[in-house]
Structure formats: C-alpha cells, structure tokens
C-alpha cells in the first residue's frame, strides 16, 4: 500500500458541503428498530394539527454518542482467524479485503463508492452495525487524509438526509504504515467512525456504524478490515 500526495487544491467551503451530502446519501438509512429521528416541527405543524398533544406519539430522541478515546490511535491490525477473502472488488487497483468471522456481506445498492457492505453478528451491541468499505470521489495530490477529512461531516443540504455532526476531533493514525485520519461522527440514530486514507493519490475509507454508538468488537473488526487490504491491480489509471 502507498499513498503520494502530489499538487492539487480543492475548490473550498461549497465542494465540501456537496462531498459531505454524496457521503451521506450513499450511506445513511434510517434504523428500522429505532423510528425516525424527530426535527424541530415547522411552524404549520406546531400550530395547525387538530391532534392534541397529550395523544401524539412521543418523538424519538436521537442517540447520544459516547466520545471514544482515539479509538483508533493505530487505524489498522491484522485479520483475525476464520476471516473470509473478497474477489477483487471494484474500484481502480481491485481491492481485495478479508471479511472478519461472523459478518455478513450485505447487497452494496446503487451506488458509486461503496465497495462492500457488512453486517455484524447477531451478539454485537448496538445493533443494526456495520462495515463499510469506500472509494471516494475524487484524485487528491499534494492532500493529507486529514486535510480531506472535513469533506465528509457538516451540514446536510439535504431534507431527508441528517447533518454529519462531528464528535470530538479529527485524529491522525495509520492504515499499515500508509497515512490516515479518523473521526468519530453522529448522524441522526447513528453514531460511528470514519477512517480515511490515500492509494496512489486516489482516496478510500472504511466506515463502522451502529445505532446509537459502536461495540467495541465491531471496531475492532474494522481495523482488522484495514488491515487486510491488498490490491491486485499495481498502476494507477491514466489520467
């Protein structure tokens, strides 16, 4: 693995919203078992609904994520035992990753940056939780993981979709040797991490979710997840 930041600039504040909006498109889905997260009523609804308020239903209240101490101070470790290996999968050098013990490869939908899909084990807390593994948008030469990080929270613009809202601070760790940054976010009844890292300039990242926060076996299983990329195609595309 390697990664050469090389000359470019991003084109500031705008593209940021617009790559943070494509990251939570492409990934966020209201959890089923918990309802959808209530926003603050619009004035038509407050002041219009026949319905008294001692019978509406009670909002669901988003999950308070718990800040993690740099949990993933080192973004990567080895596979575990029993650990499944993907085909190549389908981004520019065919990735290939192995799938930890117990995690079920779920259907990745229309979409044109999410590699892989997992699900965790039935036993794991905070449940549903899962893996991601990304090909983000984009060439970044002369870019750091952590100068790219800011892309991927922020407002949403959005309706349907929540704002990615950061929990603590962007972090600094390694994918096998390779540079890359990590972060804890929030977005609506989800609560998880982000890990983001450069191959030949190209940029990738690998995200673990759950409802309400994450068990710490499930991100245990995404830097084993980090730790098992190899890729199978050697030259960068042409450009």
Request: hydrophobic share 40%; glycine share 10%.
């Amino acid at each position: 693995m390697k990664a050469g930041p090389r000359g470019l600039v991003l084109a500031g504040g705008l593209f940021m919203i617009v790559a943070a909006t494509i990251f939570a498109l492409v990934g966020y889905s209201p959890s089923r078992t918990a309802g959808t997260v209530s926003g603050t009523p619009s004035p038509t609804s407050a002041l219009g609904s026949p319905t008294p308020a001692a019978t509406s239903p009670a909002p669901t209240v988003a999950p308070k994520a718990t800040l993690s101490a740099t949990p993933f101070a080192d973004c990567s470790m080895p596979p575990g035992a029993r650990a499944t290996t993907t085909e190549p999968l389908a981004d520019n050098f065919h990735m290939v990753v192995e799938v930890p013990d117990g995690w079920t490869r779920k259907p990745v939908g229309a979409t044109e940056t999410k590699l892989l899909l997992l699900g965790a084990p039935s036993r794991y807390k905070n449940l549903p939780t899962t893996i991601d593994v990304l090909s983000l948008i984009g060439y970044f030469a002369n870019q750091s993981p952590r100068d790219l990080a800011s892309m991927f929270y922020g407002p949403s613009v959005h309706p349907d979709v929540p704002s990615i809202d950061l929990v603590g601070t962007v972090s600094d760790c390694q994918v096998q040797s390779v540079a890359a940054a990590a972060f804890q976010y929030v977005q609506g009844d989800r609560s998880g991490y982000l890990v983001l890292f450069l191959h030949d300039n190209y940029l990738y990242g690998v995200r673990v979710e759950g409802l309400g926060g994450v068990d710490p076996l499930a991100i245990r299983d995404a830097k084993q997840v980090l730790g098992s990329i190899t890729w199978t195609v050697t030259t960068p595309p042409a450009r």
